[in-house]
């Protein structure tokens, strides 16, 4: 797939509220709508957070725009899914 590519796929999956994998650093990661997860269900917005873990941000949005665009390690989320996705 090509980076545009993904970047349709990372914007597809927000529109539908499915989950996404990355890797950050050496831990992998989920994003996922604040409907399914615990704790958050009475906000709007997604969630960063790994299992088996309490580290979790949330992030108060659901434009796909910001939400692609959140830095974490010096890179947007968009850029740690497609160097992801690529590997």
């Not at 947007?76 to 899914?81: C, N, S, V």
């Amino acid at each position: 797939m090509t980076r545009d590519e993904l970047t349709d796929k990372f914007r597809l999956a927000l529109r539908v509220n499915e989950e996404l994998e990355f890797k950050i650093g050496s831990h992998y990661w989920d994003l996922g709508p604040t409907s399914s997860n615990r704790g958050y269900k009475d906000k709007k917005g997604w969630v960063l957070y790994q299992f088996y873990s309490d580290d979790i941000t949330y992030i108060p949005s659901e434009d796909s725009e910001v939400i692609m665009n959140i830095k974490i390690e010096e890179k947007t989320l968009l850029e740690h899914f497609v160097k992801f996705e690529l590997s």
